[in-house]
């Protein structure tokens, strides 16, 4: 979503979104584990038990399909109501499939990223997914200076640096680097000094003359912060001794807070002039509950929201929710990886058990077992108890009727968690709603779009602002 939208037309978008939470809370808020325990199927209106329950595992991936109706692509007729909430869940939300872009490596500076000798260098210790991530990122950066010309970019968060070496090395753009652990700061340094012996050997003079070696800091960045201490900060990194210059800030996946803290540092300070930072782990976000300064609360956290503490309440399950990997879920159900998807029925049959006998264990954590083919729910459960008291539990004991006819339900289990999933995006984009409308409060041009592909990175949407001039 190029978002363009002007504040009453978000506030009424919100509006309508925190409504159909508040419909929904029951099932968005519910725990898998306790499906058996809670009777989770039953709660479910009785056209969506009907349907769903003879339809195959991988016709549900259309639940999770935002580009068309479910109605579309199947000859069964499914419930209104169900249509109904995914047409409209299908409006409100901001688009995941990543747009045709024209963010690519094919500056001035290009070459030197994809120089055979080099980039080996610039892609150490680098997944795939992240690799995506650096090089929209770094492209994305390099267009915001253009627009807004810096004198520095801020990274937070920036962890070994590779999204800074792209940007100095290879787009000639001088980065201050923050990262709290020191550990990561000299391993980053070490990596900087072994690139640029590298190119002194196989890059002419004056081209490594518009490489800018980014500089690290270690740092925490806490919430109450006050601008100037950041400015100082770079003043100092740079070894100015005047404090006329301006900076963007950039943050890859800041972690909860992080990414709020890091609006609030923008807004508040005048010599920063962009803001691009790609957001994750909202289940770690401060709400009322955990953060009584409403000043220094991740969630909600515009001006507008805050007037609406009950209607706009984001549970910790419904954040949770809203950071799975949709795609890949909805991949696996239209491939019939069945057996992957059976793991929530053993962990629900294993819950009932485990509260049947011992009640202070109810949601207790278990052992991750990674599931193989043909794994019988005995092994599972014994694997996943393991040091805990029910492990001792006589294997006939694991056998009855009441644990068989749970096992047989697994398919319930999977279509009660596609459903679930389908409201993923609807929190998501309320809790960037939110911010967006942070933004424009504070005077600030917005835009939020899906710039990496969801299947490789799932928190795929970027938010940039400027100040207005």
Request: glycine share 4%; net charge positive.
């Amino acid at each position: 979503m190029e978002n363009t939208t002007y504040p009453d037309c978000l506030h009424i978008k919100l509006s309508i979104c925190l409504k159909i939470v508040r419909t929904y809370d029951w099932l968005i808020n519910a725990y898998i584990l306790d499906f058996y325990i809670d009777k989770h199927w039953e709660k479910l209106p009785k056209s969506w038990q009907l349907h769903l329950e003879h339809m195959p595992p991988e016709q549900l991936s259309a639940l999770l399909n935002y580009n068309e109706q479910p109605a579309r692509r199947h000859a069964s007729v499914w419930p209104l109501t169900l249509l109904a909430l995914h047409s409209l869940l299908r409006q409100l939300c901001i688009p995941r499939v990543q747009k045709g872009t024209d963010l690519t490596l094919s500056s001035s500076y290009g070459p030197i990223i994809n120089h055979s000798k080099l980039k080996h260098v610039f892609n150490k210790c680098v997944k795939p997914k992240k690799r995506h991530e650096i090089e929209l990122m770094g492209s994305m950066c390099e267009q915001s200076c253009q627009q807004s010309p810096v004198d520095y970019v801020v990274d937070f968060g920036a962890g070994l640096g590779h999204l800074a070496r792209v940007l100095g090395y290879g787009h000639g753009i001088q980065v201050c680097c923050l990262e709290m652990q020191s550990k990561l700061n000299d391993q980053a340094i070490s990596i900087d000094k072994q690139f640029e012996l590298l190119a002194e050997k196989h890059i002419q003079p004056e081209i490594r003359a518009t490489f800018r070696r980014p500089q690290h800091i270690t740092l925490r960045l806490t919430a109450d912060m006050q601008p100037q201490e950041l400015v100082s900060i770079i003043a100092k990194t740079f070894n100015r001794t005047d404090f006329n210059f301006q900076f963007g800030i950039i943050g890859l996946h800041p972690c909860g807070d992080l990414a709020v803290t890091l609006m609030r540092m923008f807004t508040n300070n005048p010599q920063a002039r962009f803001l691009i930072f790609a957001g994750c782990c909202y289940m770690k976000l401060s709400t009322v509950e955990t953060q009584s300064n409403v000043g220094l609360q991740g969630y909600p956290l515009s001006s507008h929201l805050l007037q609406f503490p009950k209607l706009a309440h984001l549970s910790y399950e419904a954040r949770e929710i809203s950071c799975h990997a949709i795609e890949m879920y909805a991949d696996r159900l239209v491939e019939g990886d069945y057996e992957y998807l059976k793991v929530h029925s053993f962990r629900a049959a294993a819950e009932r058990i485990i509260v049947k006998q011992w009640p202070d264990l109810k949601h207790c954590g278990l052992r991750s077992v990674k599931h193989v083919h043909d794994m019988q729910f005995e092994d599972y459960f014994y694997k996943a108890v393991h040091g805990l008291e029910a492990s001792h539990i006589q294997r006939s004991e694991l056998q009855t009727i009441a644990t068989q006819n749970d096992l047989r339900c697994w398919r319930r289990i999977v279509i009660f968690y596609t459903l679930r999933l389908m409201f993923a995006p609807l929190i998501e984009s309320i809790i960037l709603y939110d911010r967006i409308l942070f933004l424009q409060e504070n005077y600030c041009q917005v835009k939020t779009s899906a710039v990496f592909d969801a299947r490789l990175s799932p928190r795929n949407h970027i938010t940039c602002a400027f100040k207005h001039s």
